[in-house]
């Protein structure tokens, strides 16, 4: 099998790098440089010609989302297990993600939503879309998924959406766009349906949640994830300095049709 | 079909019980009474004789846990959705469990892992996962799953326990014991693996950190999940009195066969 | 020296009281009881006649706010060390504090307000003022303080108060009440003054935060402080499973006459 | 009354800087430059030959430690509260504290203990005590303190200390070293004694809490605060993204002579 165009994790004692294989190229870092060329297998340990050790590794989730290139508006992975968790997501669960955006989630839910599930992903933007397509398919080669996924992608603003036609199929929403409360001006919700909004100022969290109950949703819980990174050596055992102090609180609310 | 060993949540304007429909008997609360034979649909609301009224519909994974009787040792929600995050747990991983417990975790395991994935799961006790089985099928026929789980049980102390011939198999495991190094007593890892240990106490983490190391694991990473909960009302908002301030450290690393 | 009427902790290995020596009482618990009048030193031992040991000694000041009989608005001990921080207090500070409420803060605050220092104290109630002198003599005579301290309340609703006989000498203001902007209602200030208000809801500080700025002070922030309480044990280490998790939010500002 | 000397922040509308006032020199920072001769008051506004508006005011104890240079060990604000609280401090407090440092808790010592109370301050090195009298004494003439304080220092390392002749002054101790377990190798507790010691790491706090037991102390409590920092701003009302995650442990105790 070709490694071309596989996601590895490059990693030095001091670094990690996320880096997509190009037997043409070189990989070039501070601490040396190698061809991809002679990467034989994933995993592997290869030298650069000064002698530097760089361990090959296919990333985890994780690491794939924090180490590649993104724009501010990414979900963090502490956010992420919370959000399917309040989602009630599973692997046959039919999905709406409102806010394509890098792809980051999109990913995430692809991960678990199995042949019995779907995925319909909204952007007004069809830039983020293609983007994240690129991502979803380079992220599933790499890591060999046997089975295909159920992904379309909807183009539009969301205040333009028209939600009636996908109403029997989708069970549950997601999204991750500052105004979620655009999907009410013209839509209502009269089907069973788990909703799940991320946002990262607690003022847009008492707006969209007068706007669920005013929707009627009912369940409504407001959640904030603090993480802390805790350091374990032989001698010290202490949190960590660092941290993501904030980064988005996750508002969760049920409509169910009695 | 028949509503009969249903889930379900039977919801008033002042508490949430969990229930398994048995249509020849009653459900008796403070607020009052009704015969499960009345519920005709889920979801729906029927009324007890001094007008009580109830809600009910089929719980979320997240309140069938909180909800559902349970011994000292069970997960918490908070905690399960970064267990999966930091295992890198998606639908085709294939996934030993050390620790069946009460089968909270068994049964979230089994929400994401698909038609491609599997899961053993180790327990000492033959009684815990006959109780996790019967819990995991009622969940599951309730929410209506397509597909089938693959499930095996096997049933052995952990000091006990052969992996020789799991690893081929098994790409993650997670364990929610109080001394998972028992496993590295009898056992030594020689194949890629990922794993997740689930501990209440930092002084449990410090000697695992150890014995990870000494097993050449590496990645290593310990977290710490604070999951506050926020009151959101037309006048107040402001992070809930109420908290689960600690239920244990996630420690994760990663065994690479370069 | 009569120990009669100094305040005591009585700790078993169970629990801990806070008590007033009444040499004519019995002290009566669940674990045993005894008459004050055998306590001839503190600190000192003493047993029930069925043996229990009782340990006597001066309460912290902590221990005293934390073990007295108290209404819902007290102060949490955590977030006062925060509070004196922010608001700058010194020995030599000159505090304005609104609301009395059960005296705790006031108590605090008296604790370090030296003899080139004063404190004023408003409350609509005199009630809560009376309770709340007894409560700090009775404090300040068990610790034996060999300076007096310098105290007045002013009794009135803060909405007519009327600040200007006050500006030359107060420099510091803090409230523990609900509607601290009630106090700009009819009074400005004009004069260096540093301000902190403690506010249970993100609401609340949302709005007086504009009230701040209106009235021209600088440098504000809001804090929260949050308080884990850990567990160390020979083989335990671990956060302690019960937290006061929210309490309320700190707000300071200045302001500052160029 | 002359102004040089004294210790002013100098703020414009992006930052904040720490100055002492020299006379006969100017201040530069990126956004312009003025000549100190030019303040003729405190605060006051002043303006560069550029027309940047700069305020001049005294520093609150919280600016002064943040924004005063400093080596790696510095306490944070956020504890001192705490430890002030733990320790039981007040005015009339004789407390010893080990490991002087920067003096940033010496100041603040010194800002609450007052004439009836006394500090003693314990350091390996003279330099570290002789530049924390230069900034206690240019902090308290800044701030115009009318009484003086009474503070001692003393030389020496922690495990050649002699406390046995201070055993019937001192009622407090307070210590910020790596290893305060040193105290205990030479000396014994005999007389009532409240103790707080701040570290870093959780193996200390283990390590340091067995030497606490063994040398009968008792209430022995361990905390860690989290301080958050909140934005507020007329359509953002959010936690802060940068957060001091974790600076140290507090570990309290009592020694109680019965």
Redesign the interface.
Known sequence: MSLDNQLVVVKTSKSKYLAVIDVEKEFITNEGKFSFSVIKNI???IHSSTGVEF?I?HP???EFVLLMKRGPQIIY??D???????A?I???SNVLEIGTGSGALTLYLL??????GSLISLDVSRKNQRRAKKTIDRYMST?N???NYNLDFITTSLVDFNYKEYTEIVDTVVTDVPEPWEFFENNIVTK?L?WVSYL????Q??KF?DVLINNKFEN?????????????DK?????????????G?IISG?Y???
């Open positions: 995993p592997s340990k361990k590794y985890t989730y994780k992975p502490k992420i297990g919370q959000i399917i968790l309040e009630d599973h692997k046959e991960n678990i939503l199995g042949t019995a890591n998924f046997k089975n069973d788990k990262p100022s607690i003022s969290i008492t949640n409504i819980e407001v959640k904030e994830v603090i993480l802390r990174d805790w350091v374990v001698k010290i055992v202490r949190p960590s300095n660092k941290l993501v102090s904030h980064t609180f049920r169910i049709k009695y």
